[in-house]
């Protein structure tokens, strides 16, 4: 039997959660269905504690709801919803970027251009998960590189909310443009007018992001 808190446990929870997570990212489960702990622990052939304990951890990553004790929902995201993750974004982001372009190395540079070419191939791929899982690796990267353990465990359970964003752009074409740079931004090694340009980025794709979800600006 396994134990609860053991590694395999945790990996068992997590698969679950990742899976469960890009399901309601690519729009598989919609809002309003229902989870069911037993009916997933017999898809996932394991007992039902990790698949709670996944469901607890999208509860707090805000892609499900208990609407009971014995109703749990995949969420709909509300207008706050995601005003709010982006005021979150705002702060953050903008200083991991300072960050980033302070600390960036030429091998750090390397990969971050590598991630946009992986974004560039998923933009012409036309595929919308696979853009939004690599323009979300691109920013994830930039946080990496700020190498701020408070301000990354303070994002990472944006990540996924991220990606679902990213998913409901429908001119991925204009996010590449301006990853392009936001690159350039931080490899210029000016940390201030890197800020400055994330700032502006986070709040053009809020707009973008609130007129194509609600039909109305940002402001």
Request: aromatic share 6%; hydrophobic share 40%.
């Amino acid at each position: 039997m396994i134990n609860p808190g053991s590694s395999t446990w945790t990996r068992l929870r997590d698969e679950v959660c990742e899976e469960l997570r890009d399901r309601i990212i690519a729009g598989h489960l919609r809002p309003g269905h229902r989870l069911l702990e037993r009916d997933l622990a017999e898809e996932f052939e394991m007992s039902r504690v990790p698949v709670r304990e996944a469901i607890q951890v999208l509860t707090l990553e805000g892609f499900v709801e208990a609407l009971s004790p014995r109703r749990i929902v995949v969420k709909q995201v509300s207008r706050r919803d995601v005003e709010e993750l982006f005021s979150v974004r705002e702060a953050l982001e903008v200083q991991a970027t300072r960050e980033a372009t302070r600390r960036a190395r030429p091998p750090d540079l390397r990969e971050l251009e590598r991630l946009l070419g992986q974004a560039e191939r998923a933009t012409l791929s036309g595929k919308p998960e696979r853009i939004s899982r690599a323009n979300a690796a691109f920013h994830q990267h930039i946080v990496t590189l700020a190498d701020n353990r408070l301000l990354a465990s303070l994002l990472q359970p944006l990540e996924g909310r991220l990606r679902w964003l990213f998913q409901q752009i429908n001119d991925p074409d204009q996010l590449l443009d301006e990853h392009r740079e936001l690159y350039q931004a931080i490899a210029s090694g000016d940390p201030e007018a890197a800020a400055a340009f994330a700032l502006g980025h986070v709040r053009r794709y809020r707009e973008i992001a609130m007129r194509l979800l609600y039909g109305e600006s940002a402001e």
